[in-house]
Every structure is written in C-alpha cells, then in structure tokens.
C-alpha cells in the first residue's frame, strides 16, 4: 500500500488524516492498527470514560482494535456524515477472529490536501440522551451532518463507545 496520506490538524476536530496525492475510488488506503483485545479487557480498562473521544474499533464478536496502543495514522482518521472512505472489516480466510482486519477504502476520488473521513457507525441502543449527543457532537460541516457521531442501533455496530 503506497503512503498518500498525513496526519495534521483538523478543522473537524484535533488531528485528522489528509491525502498527499490523489488516491482513486476503490483504493484501500490505509489498515486500522492496534493491540487485538477481548470486549471484555476493554470495558475494563475505558469502561465508564465516556468523554465522546475513542480510539476503539469492533473487529468482531470476540475482539477490539485497540489504537491506543499500538495504533497507526489510520486512528487519526475523523468521523464524517457525507465520508470519501468507509471502514470494513475483512473476514480472515481461516476464520480466526484473531486475524480479521479493519481496512480503510476510499468511497470516491480523492484530491491530495482533502481531508478523509469515514462513517464511524457508532450505534447505541434505546434513545439518544441529549448528554450522548452533547458528547458525541459531529463537527464534520458537511450539509447533512446530524449534528452527532452517533446512530440509534442497527444489527451490526462498528466502534466502541467506552461503556
Ligand atoms: C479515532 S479519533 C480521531 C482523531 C481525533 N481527531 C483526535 O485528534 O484525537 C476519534 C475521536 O475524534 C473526535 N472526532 C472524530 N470525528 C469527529 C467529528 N466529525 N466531530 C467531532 N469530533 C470528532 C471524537 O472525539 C472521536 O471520538
Ligand atoms: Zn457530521
């Protein structure tokens, strides 16, 4: 995978991940790194830190990506309501949850110095208070912004809220 992309400050929100040249729709851009950890190791460890920032990504049923340790540039990529790339998990061939990855794709063709978001999909069941959505505010400034990062719940969920 050839390296088109940096880190720098974000109008949306701290740091961000921004293209270097021109990367086409289709391109897989960037892996989502970090330490494999169980649900459970990690309701432990960020259980009840709910300050709508999270470095956390569900790889599956069984396991998290942790980016907190262990991450790559891919964690600096913010949320966005109209995305250029979306975020997938790919199934391991074995079918060993330990070796799925988290794999960042670009939606469209992006111009080098825009900025790449994806949809983060975090999904919360029952109603979203209005304390989630003061927490989990979407700055992203597209025209169909929500106004929040958050979604009532579907079957699937993508990232971890700390909880
Ligand atoms: C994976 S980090 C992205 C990097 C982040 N910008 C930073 O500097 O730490 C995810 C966190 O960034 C913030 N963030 C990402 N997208 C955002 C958005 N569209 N609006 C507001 N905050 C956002 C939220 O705090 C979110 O939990
Ligand atoms: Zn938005």
Redesign the pocket.
């Known amino acids: 995978m050839p390296v088109k992309i940096i880190k720098r400050s974000?109008k949306?929100?701290?740091?961000?991940?921004f293209a270097t040249a021109p990367i086409k729709k289709g391109e897989e851009v960037v892996e989502y790194k970090g330490k494999l950890r169980t649900h459970a190791e990690v309701d432990e460890e960020y259980g009840g830190q709910d300050?709508?920032?999270?470095?956390l990504?569900i790889l599956n049923d069984a396991y998290v990506v942790d980016?907190n340790i262990k991450g790559n540039v891919?964690?600096?990529?913010?949320?966005?309501?109209t995305p250029n790339c979306q975020a997938f998990v790919i199934g391991d061939e074995g079918g060993d949850p330990r070796k799925d990855r988290v794999v960042i794709e670009a939606l469209r063709s992006i111009a080098a110095g825009e900025e790449l978001?994806y949809d983060?999909d975090?999904q919360v069941e029952g109603p979203i208070t209005r304390e989630e959505r003061r927490l989990?505010?979407?700055?992203?400034?597209a025209p169909n912004?929500t106004g929040t990062?958050l979604k009532a719940a579907k079957a699937k969920k993508q990232?971890r809220?700390p909880s």
Request: aromatic share 14%; charged share 5%.
């Open positions: 974000s949306i929100h701290g740091h961000g991940v300050n709508g920032h999270t470095f990504f980016a891919a964690r600096w990529i913010n949320h966005g309501c978001t983060y975090i989990w505010a979407c700055h992203c400034g912004c990062m990232r809220t």
